[in-house]
């Protein structure tokens, strides 16, 4: 059984009563998370272990996602659009839970992501400057006479031999960690969920899928497959992506209808250019395409 069965959210009317009682002043433009997803009549999610909010850029799947997991208490890293009605808004929010509660219980944002692989590029420039500069000190020791005028030149002297007895790449090995990381950015990616993620959790995934190549994404979703299955993990997430879409026995809520359903990832309309482009294409595939050179020849 899942963790978290299911999740409700303010209707027109109860977001109306809240305005007429609490909001006084008329200055406010934005009432953000009000109207978002009372717009397109969601007023509640049943999960499954693995459940997709799916629907174009605006229609909401982020903000319910966020709503979610303040209204869980969901830890994050990296902070997000929190606007001044949005406790308020949790508090008509609803929550029911299985038998039994996560261990862990987490949303993962592509902010998270990029932040993440941002410090460990930073880290890394930064090592490489250290790198060069230990380059140039190497060589300074290695061709110095430096000589023991004091007790506090001892420790000059030692780091002068050392430079003598070791060869440049093993001078600089100890002197400087290696680099953190040398992994591509998807790789980095990829490495930041599977080391996130962890058994008997509940995770709410935003758009896992950027900075992903599609094969990272085929990874990712196996991964989430065997997170579920071996080890009890529950899974929420946003997406725009076919692979993950395709999650097996994943329950997919199409945000792009009104009121919202609950639809297979071959019937989302996104899913079915997807399928069309590639058909139109097929012959180029399995290379029957003419050699005319095409609109080029």
Not at 9 to 14: A, G, L, N, S, W
Not at 106 to 112: A, L, V, Y
Not at 150 to 167: H, I, M, V, W
Not at 226 to 250: D, G, K, M, N, Y
Request: hydrophobic share 35%.
């Amino acid at each position: 059984m899942p963790y978290l069965t299911h999740f409700t959210f303010p209707d027109r009317d109860r977001e109306f009563d809240y305005m007429l009682k609490n909001v006084k002043r008329q200055c406010y433009t934005d009432f953000y998370p009000f109207q978002v997803l009372s717009s397109i009549d969601m007023t509640e999610l049943s999960f499954g272990p693995v459940t997709i909010l799916h629907g174009g850029n605006g229609s909401g799947k982020t903000t319910a996602l966020n709503v979610i997991a303040e209204g869980i208490g969901a830890d994050r890293d990296s902070a997000f659009n929190r606007s001044a009605f949005f406790p308020d808004y949790v508090k008509l929010c609803g929550q029911g839970w299985g038998e039994d509660r996560p261990r862990d219980c987490r949303i993962i944002t592509s902010d998270d992501v990029f932040d993440y692989m941002l410090n460990l590029r930073c880290l890394n420039e930064g090592i490489d400057r250290k790198r060069e500069e230990i380059f140039e000190e190497y060589l300074n020791r290695k061709h110095s006479r430096f000589r023991l005028n004091s007790l506090e030149d001892y420790e000059e002297l030692a780091l002068s031999n050392r430079a003598k007895s070791r060869t440049q790449s093993r001078y600089v090995r100890e002197s400087l960690m290696a680099n953190a990381v040398e992994r591509s950015n998807g790789e980095s990616a990829y490495l930041y969920f599977v080391n996130k993620i962890r058994e008997d959790g509940l995770y709410l995934l935003d758009e896992p899928e950027n900075s992903l190549a599609p094969a990272r994404q085929r990874e990712l979703v196996k991964f989430i497959e065997e997170s579920v299955r071996f080890f009890r993990c529950q899974f929420i997430i946003a997406t725009h992506s076919p692979f993950l879409l395709a999650l097996r026995e994943a329950r997919i809520y199409d945000l792009s209808e009104t009121p919202v359903t609950e639809k297979s990832w071959t019937q989302l309309e996104n899913v079915r250019q997807y399928r069309s482009f590639f058909m139109e294409h097929e012959a180029e595939f399995t290379g029957e395409a003419g050699s005319g050179g095409g609109i080029y020849g």
